[in-house]
């Protein structure tokens, strides 16, 4: 059973930054895919970000260009380094992993931007 755990939510101001990190409890490397989603109030789930075993990433419009994802093999977690921040991007967080067919999330973290 894979189990993730997320960390590092918070508020901030327009135009700071945050990292967001996912503790996971299987080697990292036994995960096909790995990202970060986030729903806001009142909408849907959205992809944010996604980074696969062979470390390529892939990033959602909204993020290209503020937000990196990337592994901590030492640590096995999977960080998302948000910059920029717009009050947009206020949402709850959710870690993500892909095992064959088998999805699993996080419980999700708070990030709310202040304009």
């Known amino acids: 059973q894979v189990q993730l755990v997320e960390s590092g939510g918070g508020l901030v101001q327009a135009g700071g930054s945050l990292r967001l990190s996912c503790a996971v409890s299987v080697n990292i490397f036994t995960i096909n895919v790995m990202g970060w989603y986030r729903q806001a109030p009142g909408k849907q789930r959205e992809w944010v970000a996604s980074?696969?075993?062979?470390?390529?990433?892939n990033y959602a419009n909204s993020a290209k260009g503020r937000f990196t994802i990337a592994r901590d093999i030492a640590k096995n977690t999977v960080n998302l380094q948000m910059n920029s921040l717009k009050p947009e991007d206020t949402a709850v967080y959710y870690c993500w992993g892909k095992v064959i067919s088998d999805d699993y999330w996080g419980q999700g973290t708070q990030v709310t931007v202040s304009s």
């Open positions: 980074i696969n075993r062979d470390s390529s990433t």
